[in-house]
């Protein structure tokens, strides 16, 4: 199905038939722009940025490039084509016709599951907004543009089902998604990671390789669901996501690329040395690298949940990748392990897999997480530095779950208090490490020329040149 781009709202779904649903999201669109200019990417209006416009849902060639104004990018509605006699493969009702309504005893929850991915996705621009003002290059600037115009796309996923799908109420929900705000005291985001501040460009880059990969593995469940619509958008969403792991990996690769080639230069691992030179000290790195990976693993919930239990035996939401597991889709009966503190020590203990679902999804992503972080190493041995960054212990950090506020090292040493505080500073980035790397932040806005602190990257956006003018200042 070809997007409809002749419409107001750009869309593969006919909207033009159902003249309810288009005049409700005719409506919406006017405070989605608001919201756009209110705190969306800081100065960017007069920008023209080359950016990838999604032309079709086909895995080939879905997208075009141009140089568009942001506020003019054709937000629209675009989903997966439907599976010709899909089944619902996992819970409950296994083998049953997946459902292209909701059911009304499910309504409540779906409607919770949309509503909680929706608000990421707007949140995330909130956070990234003052971004685009020191940026190290036109490239990482419309990369960053190109992540807030589909994260902002990514709302217009989730509006569409809730006011296609949820009523009233889903109308109600998608105002209010454009009402509660990244960081705000009396109307935050819903999850805890969305309401942090993204406030430089290292931050950026661990955000979108960790966080953004939350999202993979969220969408990804959720692309398994028995609500065939639900399923078919997050599909499409995953297409998106993919380019924002893209910048977050390849970024932190660059800066550490650039750091290996500073300590090789003065021959040092001296982190003052490092940071003199006007590079980031793998020291620093590791910090933050503590940080987004502790946040992010939080956002998937507690490690034990009846909720988690029932959103899967209901078919609401998958495993990772569930159709391609060899076990019986229903769960029951069977075990997982979760980690909990006995007398100062870590231990595993057995409990229904059910209810460990958020844990299953957590370790998945962990894997995942990992894989990234051993290419990242790559950059290091090949520049023949024999540093290494590691991921923490799951249980460090956390906030969320039977391990919230159990005090850790990153090797996952349950640690007192006194320890605890001694060491802070070397586990998670001090204010004296965001105010080194902020120091670092300027923006460079001629074509092909980078901020100290990162190397250009190794090709362009669409094949174009590393000097192209991706971003052109009217
Ligand atoms: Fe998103
Ligand atoms: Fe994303």
Partial sequence: MPIDYSQKIPNNVQLADDRTLQRALEQWQPNFIQWWDDVGPDESAKLDVYLRTATSVDPQGWAHFDYVKMRDYRWGIFLNPAEADRKIHFGDHLGEAAWQDVPGEHRANLRRIIVTQGDTEPASVEQQRHLGLTA??????RNLF???????????????????????DGREEAGALLERTSGDENNPRILGAFNEKTPDWLAFFMFTYFTDRDGKFQLAALSESAFD???????????????????????????????AQVMNELKTDDADKVRAAGAIDLATLQRYLNFHYSVTIDLFGADQSSNAATFYSSGLKGRFEEGKRADDHVLKGQTYKVLEVQNGQLVEKDVPM???LNEVLRDDFIKDSVAGVGRWNKVLEKAG????????????????????GIRMSPEGRVVGEDEWRAHEGEWLPTAADRAFV????????????????????????NRQPVDFEYVRFG
């Fill in 354 to 356: 059910l209810n460990a």
């Fill in 229 to 259: 619509p639900l399923a078919r958008t997050t599909k499409f969403m995953l297409t998106e996501e993919a380019h924002h792991m893209f910048v977050g990996e390849s970024g932190v690769s660059r800066v550490l690329q650039r750091t």
């Fill in 136 to 141: 190290p290059s036109l490239y990482d600037l």
């Fill in 438 to 461: 902020a120091s670092l932040m300027g923006r460079v806005v001629e074509p092909g020329k980078f901020a100290g602190w990162i190397a250009p990257p190794a090709v362009g956006i």
């Fill in 146 to 168: 190109q992540v807030n115009v589909e994260e902002g796309r990514h709302l217009w996923a989730m509006v569409y089902l809730l006011q296609k799908y949820f009523g009233r």
């Fill in 385 to 404: 530095v024999p540093q290494r960054l590691v991921v923490p212990h799951k249980a460090f950090n956390r906030k969320i779950g039977a391990l919230a």
